[in-house]
């Protein structure tokens, strides 16, 4: 166990979806699973395919957190992840795709946006 998993698993939160709907808290993290549902549907994240033949589908879980504000107000976080270390390179899949942005681009966007009196919002998809 690494000091990562430690934490996570001292946390708290829940460590599997049958922990959060039968926890006190139930109704928040139901709450949160919905609308984490509801932003992936909404932002085409995937696409349901028939399982080729020969292959396993790679595992889903559940990760669960609250961000706690300032003023006490407690947000509940939960997040549908892929456990994609269960793939082989070449077996599973045949290349990755990580854009990432370029200090350079950044900067010059930054700068159009100042220059003309734009806003920038960041995403993390």
């Known amino acids: 166990m690494n000091s990562v998993d430690f934490c996570y698993t001292f946390s708290g939160f829940p460590q599997s979806y049958t922990e959060a709907i039968e926890s ?6 139901q ?11 909404e932002n085409d994240t995937y696409t349901l395919t028939p399982l080729p033949s ?4 790679v595992w889903l879980s559940w990760v669960y ?3 706690e504000c300032a003023n006490g107000y407690k947000s509940y976080k939960a997040r549908f992840v892929a456990k994609g270390y269960s793939q082989k390179e070449g077996l599973d899949y045949h290349e990755t795709f990580a854009p990432t942005a370029q200090l350079t681009s950044v900067r010059v ?5 100042a220059q003309n009196g734009l806003t920038l919002h960041q995403m993390d998809v």
């Open 65 to 67: 957190s609250i961000n």
């Open 31 to 41: 709450k949160a699973m919905e609308e984490e549902m509801a932003s992936l549907k």
């Open 54 to 57: 020969g292959k396993q589908a």
């Open 109 to 113: 966007v930054m700068q159009l946006a």
């Open 24 to 29: 006190n808290e139930s109704k928040y993290w």
